[in-house]
């Protein structure tokens, strides 16, 4: 129970250190991105740890030992491309998220990666019971990123809707100049990764007016608030293969009793 809830914790934290010394230090350097390349890294490390000891155990009971193929089936291809994809979709949108987060979707946010870490370490606690490893980690990898991901989403969603207020202004403005407004966000100084930050902060005001444009039409309006919710699934399964990473290295042992 305690190791747990210490790993849960450390899990918890941890990104959310990582992330806010990227929101201190973005506005004067590029060398901000460091702590963005540390979390992609215990991402990409623990969904590649999870899909190749899953390959692994497969490659074992379907190849036959000796075979040749062993040394071309080796699953890397397959963790490689699987962890980047991931990185890839989490992490940008993570950084951006933690530049323009309210604080109660930080609240949120904060409580989905410890539910998503807790509930992932006590099914593979559960499932150890029955299974052998790495199938009790494997199989408890997708529910709980999935159990967690989808009630809050849905939070994550409406905390999006009703929490942020709309100046103003942007009623009446027109496209361009809700552009321009959002452009004003971004750092004094000029560097790659405000660049990159422009893509987002166009988007995010684009959106916006789009969302007033269509305020008599709320379904419609609604569409345009669901990249949160994707986000709060990416966050649970991120959550889930940072745990399976914090916990390989807790104490140095993997398989340590929960």
Same mark, same amino acid.
């Given at each position: 129970m305690k190791r747990r809830l210490s790993i849960a914790l450390v899990v918890t934290l941890l990104p959310a250190v990582l992330l806010w010394l990227w929101k201190l230090t973005y506005g004067f350097s590029d060398w901000a991105a460091i702590w963005l390349l540390c979390l992609a890294a215990m991402i990409f490390l623990g969904n590649w740890s999870i899909t190749i000891d899953?390959?692994?155990?497969?490659?074992?009971?379907?190849?036959?030992?000796?075979?040749?193929?062993?040394?071309?089936?080796?699953?890397?291809?397959g963790a490689f491309l699987s962890s980047t994809l991931l990185v890839l979709l989490f992490v940008p949108a993570l950084a951006w998220n933690a530049l323009t987060m309210s604080e109660a979707e930080i609240g949120v946010s904060l409580a989905l990666v410890f539910a998503s870490a807790w509930l992932f370490l006590w099914m593979q606690s559960f499932l150890a019971r029955h299974f052998m490893p790495p199938f009790d980690r494997i199989f408890a990898t997708g529910p709980s990123a999935w159990m967690v991901g989808l009630p809050f989403s849905i939070i994550l969603f409406f905390v999006t809707w009703y929490a942020k207020?709309?100046?103003?202004?942007?009623?009446?403005?027109? /496209?361009?100049?809700?552009?321009?407004?959002?452009?004003g966000e971004l750092p004094e100084r000029r560097g790659w990764i405000a660049e990159i930050l422009a893509f987002g902060y166009a988007f995010e005001a684009s959106k916006i007016w789009l969302v007033v444009q269509m305020r008599d039409y709320r379904l419609i309006a609604i569409l345009f608030n669901?990249?949160?919710?994707? /986000?709060? /699934?990416?966050?649970?399964?991120?959550?889930?293969v940072i745990t399976h990473f914090v916990e390989t290295h807790y104490h140095g042992t993997l398989n340590a009793p929960v």
């Open positions: 899953r390959w692994k155990a497969e490659r074992g009971i379907v190849l036959k030992s000796g075979s040749w193929l062993a040394g071309w089936l080796t699953g890397r291809i207020s709309i100046p103003a202004e942007i009623l009446t403005a027109d /496209f361009s100049v809700t552009v321009r407004s959002g452009l669901l990249d949160m919710a994707i /986000f709060g /699934f990416l966050a649970a399964r991120a959550s889930v």
